[in-house]
């Protein structure tokens, strides 16, 4: 058996900065939305005084939506093409719903605040990587690696 010799470090190609910040960004929005996530039904509870019927209504509103956003985000993705714009406009409208939480005055602005984030979190967030994955395959490969996949949806949807 012959053992290929490692590859000096300086010789391989240096991931390109695209990859890089959306890497940091995805990273951040997981992290803010883990420490508003664990701490919405309390402040519902405690501030709102929202009840148990009331926070599982939200919460199923939010997987449902989420769920039929995740159906139909990769192939608004494949079909416009636009994936970057996609990935911009989710995680842009993601954040821009982050300060909403914790000013919220009613239940409603609650609901409307997580509604508006699960939307989002599939066009290009960390939950569902159809925009995110492309853009990643499409700057990795240009620099010459081949360990991230880019394949359209429609690739494996019957015909």
């Known amino acids: 058996m012959t053992e290929t010799p490692p590859a000096d470090p300086k010789s391989r190609a240096r991931l390109p900065r695209g990859i890089w910040a959306l890497g940091f960004v995805s990273m951040f929005m997981d992290i803010s939305s883990e420490m508003i996530h664990a701490l919405l039904p309390i402040y519902l509870v405690t501030v709102l005084g929202a009840s148990a019927l ?38 842009g409208l993601a954040a821009i719903t982050k300060p909403i939480f914790p000013l919220a005055g009613t239940v409603g602005w609650v609901v409307a605040a997580r509604f508006i984030e699960v939307f989002a979190t599939p066009l290009g967030t960390h939950s569902s990587p159809i925009s995110r994955q492309p853009i990643c395959g499409a700057r990795a ?17 019957p015909q």
């Open 141 to 157: 490969s240009a620099c010459g690696r081949r360990s991230i996949r880019s394949e359209p949806l429609s690739d494996h949807l």
């Open 54 to 91: 009331t926070i599982g209504f939200i919460e199923g509103i939010a997987e449902a939506t989420a769920n039929i956003t995740k159906i139909f985000s990769g192939a608004l993705s494949d079909w416009l093409g636009h994936r970057k714009l996609l990935t911009a406009l989710g995680y």
